[in-house]
T-cell receptor, first 114, second 114 residues
Framework: NAGVTQTPKFQVLKTGQSMTLQCAQD?????MSWYRQDPGMGLRLIHY???????DQGEVPNGYNVSRSTTEDFPLRLLSAAPSQTSVYFC?????????????FGSGTRLTVV | GNSVTQMEGPVTLSEEAFLTINCTYT??????LFWYVQYPGEGLQLLLK?????DKGSNKGFEATYRKETTSFHLEKGSVQVSDSAVYFC?????????????FGTGTRLQVTL
């Protein structure tokens, strides 16, 4: 099925460990983004990309790195995990003019940092 | 900056009751407006959208009208079902010429009982 695929679905990390959350889409969408979802705060934008080789910071970028080497993939890296990064992470993609067709979201990665 | 304000939940209704979830926004210019739904353990799904003033978005019995004069986009359904139990997010986006970015409300949890 076409859509946005996120892996892993669940992850537990120790403080200071690093990891990469994977996101892939097969819809040839130019725009991809990462959000974190925390209770009572809705979804907040971490980083986004408007195309291969182009990334920018969102609302809460600290502690996270991204790169976009292909149209399909947009991995999110945690360099040194902290308990404050315990959250549910969603990847989303859209055409550049996402207001026309809306965004497609992945099913999320639930991350716990202990 | 842009922001979205939703009524706080949880909202608990009996099956076949009328639903309203309030959403207001603050934005410079004229954003596109969305309602997304998140079922337990899943990612967000686009429920409906409106791209200009007075547009009405509708899907699965849900409706919302883009009201520029009151900067609102309230979600309504005439008769809710148990299967509508989920978290509902109001969101807006602007197209900047390179991409659209979503700004979310905090979400409203709806619980429908028999």
């Amino acid at each position: 099925n076409a859509g946005v695929t996120q892996t892993p679905k669940f992850q537990v990390l120790k403080t200071g460990q690093s990891m990469t959350l994977q996101c892939a889409q097969d819809m040839n969408h130019e725009y991809m983004s990462w959000y974190r979802q925390d209770p009572g705060m809705g979804l907040r934008l971490i980083h986004y990309s408007v195309g291969a080789g182009i990334t920018d910071q969102g609302e809460v970028p600290n502690g996270y790195n991204v790169s976009r080497s292909t149209t399909e993939d947009f991995p999110l890296r945690l360099l040194s995990a902290a308990p404050s990064q315990t959250s549910v992470y969603f990847c989303a993609s859209s055409t550049a003019e996402g207001r026309t067709y809306g965004y497609t979201f992945g099913s999320g990665t639930r991350l716990t940092v202990v | 900056g842009n922001s979205v304000t939703q009524m706080e939940g949880p909202v608990t209704l009996s099956e076949e009751a009328f639903l309203t979830i309030n959403c207001t926004y603050t934005a410079t210019g004229y954003p596109s407006l969305f309602w997304y739904v998140q079922y337990p353990g899943e990612g967000l799904q686009l429920l409906l959208k409106a791209t200009k003033a007075d547009d009405k978005g509708s899907n699965k019995g849900f409706e919302a009208t883009y009201r520029k004069e009151t900067t609102s986009f309230h979600l309504e359904k005439g008769s809710v079902q148990v299967s509508d139990s989920a978290v509902y997010f109001c969101a807006l986006s602007f197209y900047t010429g390179t991409a659209s970015k979503l700004t979310f409300g905090t979400g409203t949890r709806l619980q429908v009982t028999l």
